[in-house]
């Protein structure tokens, strides 16, 4: 079975561009959910889809956003890039809901932003 | 303040030594993870578990709710157990909150 796949695997923005970042979870997994990791914030986490729905969302500006697929594929959309988005943005599948269930993580996209 | 504390945040050990890493929590959970992550960044889930203990091979964590307090044990450390161990917690209001995590060197 293939694992929790991520692309692009690098990217470099500059400061007020936009990104989108993209997650294919396990198959049969219908929960992805997403994170950033910085050296200064560690990992944090930025939200949670299920079933097309966001079920959780954590403290980011709304500059952060994304969205599922009937697929259960989903994207990440950064807009207006700062600086301080520069981190490793790595995404997790689940069975289902990430609380209560292991969650699987991808390689991670490692955004740079100039 | 944190949510999650870890200690130690570095560790470095002779292989083949018990090996111990600590985590509270203040927040009400869920459930608590295990994560491990190696150079590189690829992270893996080791153990999710919200009461008592479990056992994967040479890994045993545990967890006490009333302490607030897990921890995980490496039993006969091995040079490829060197990575940064993190955990992290599902709080009762669907947020996941995650140490800062510990860094474990093993040397042969």
């Known amino acids: 079975k293939a694992g929790v796949t991520q692309t692009p695997r690098y990217l470099i923005k500059t400061r007020g561009q936009q990104v989108t970042l993209s997650c294919s979870p396990i198959s049969g997994h219908r929960s992805v959910s997403w994170y950033q990791q910085t050296p200064g914030q560690g990992l944090q986490f930025l939200f949670e889809?299920?079933?097309?729905?966001?079920?959780n969302k954590g403290n980011f500006p709304g500059r952060f956003s994304g969205r599922q697929f009937s697929n259960s594929r989903s994207e990440m959309n950064v807009s207006t890039l700062e600086l301080g988005d520069s981190a490793l943005y790595l995404c997790?599948?689940?069975?289902?809901?990430?609380?209560?269930?292991?969650?699987?993580f991808g390689p991670g996209t490692r955004l740079t932003v100039l | 303040k944190n949510e999650v504390e870890q200690s130690p945040q570095n560790l470095t050990a002779q292989e083949g030594e018990f090996i111990t890493i600590n985590c509270s929590y203040s927040?009400?959970?869920?459930?608590l993870h295990w994560l491990q992550q190696h150079p590189g960044g690829g992270i893996v889930s080791l153990f999710m578990l919200s009461s008592g203990k479990k056992k994967h091979g040479r890994l045993i964590a545990t967890i006490n709710i009333q302490e607030k307090h897990s921890s995980l044990h490496i039993t006969a450390s091995h040079p490829r157990d060197s990575a940064v161990y993190i955990c992290a917690v599902t709080h009762t209001g669907n947020q996941f909150y995650f140490g800062t995590g510990t860094s474990l060197t093993v040397i042969p």
């Open positions: 927040v009400g959970i869920s459930a």
């Open positions: 889809y299920f079933s097309e729905t966001q079920r």
């Open positions: 997790a599948s689940s069975l289902s809901q990430a609380v209560y269930n292991e969650q699987f």
